[in-house]
């Protein structure tokens, strides 16, 4: 019998990441913005009065900070869940938008934290293979044969061809495709997941 197969984005998933960059914005440039108001991160630019170079000069700083990126928390239950669905048997292919550059990096915080383990992969974006985000993570769901994908990009998930559970955050409101269905938290998510494997 095949394996069940959740594909499972990092960013804002598993990983606490807006609310972590979002703090070392504010005290470096001064602002006081607050998480609801995240449209997506590179609108900062745009909320903050900061200027675009200097909005991706300080992100692409931050990138190859390994002290900033081994503090971020995992988000609440993450762990837990995807521990039991391992124990189920269930194959877990972690698939980000992090350039490859953040392998070591991303690596030892999933490893760290409990997340890479026996029965789990992890795919990163290859600018010199890929031209954008999308099109990458739906190639991998394609050669993965990954069942139902777990994500905070609603422009992603649009794009998918199987069940998307999106991780409800203020950048992702909006419309809805009836094959992606908002979940507020990891516990909802594995409820929703339990349900879409007992059809």
Excluded: C
């Excluded at 984005?9 to 990441?17: F, H, L, P």
């Excluded at 590179?42 to 900061?50: C, F, H, I, K, S």
């Excluded at 029965?119 to 985000?133: I, P, V």
């Excluded at 649009?158 to 809805?176: I, S, T, Y």
């Amino acid at each position: 019998m095949r394996k069940f197969n959740i594909g499972i984005d990092i960013d804002n998933v598993i990983s606490d990441s807006y609310p972590s960059y979002l703090t070392r914005f504010n005290k470096t440039f001064g602002k006081s913005i607050v998480f609801e108001q995240l449209n997506e991160f590179y609108y900062l630019e745009n909320q903050a009065g900061v200027k675009k170079e200097k909005v991706y000069a300080f992100i692409d700083t931050l990138l190859l900070d390994d002290t900033f990126h081994m503090n971020i928390p995992p988000r609440s239950g993450a762990v837990d869940v995807i521990r039991k669905w391992l124990r189920r048997g269930f194959s877990i292919h972690y698939i980000t938008s992090r350039p490859e550059k953040m392998r070591e990096d991303t690596k030892k915080w999933l490893e760290y934290h409990g997340f890479l383990t026996k029965g789990t992969t992890l795919d990163m974006y290859d600018e010199a293979k890929h031209r954008e985000d999308t099109l990458y993570k739906k190639e991998v769901v394609e050669r993965f044969g990954i069942d139902v994908m777990i994500e905070d990009s609603l422009e992603i998930a649009k794009v998918m061809d199987v069940p998307v559970f999106l991780l409800d955050r203020p950048w992702n409101q909006g419309e809805l495709s009836p094959h992606i269905t908002r979940v507020k938290d990891w516990e909802e998510a594995e409820n929703k997941v339990k349900t879409f494997t007992l059809r």
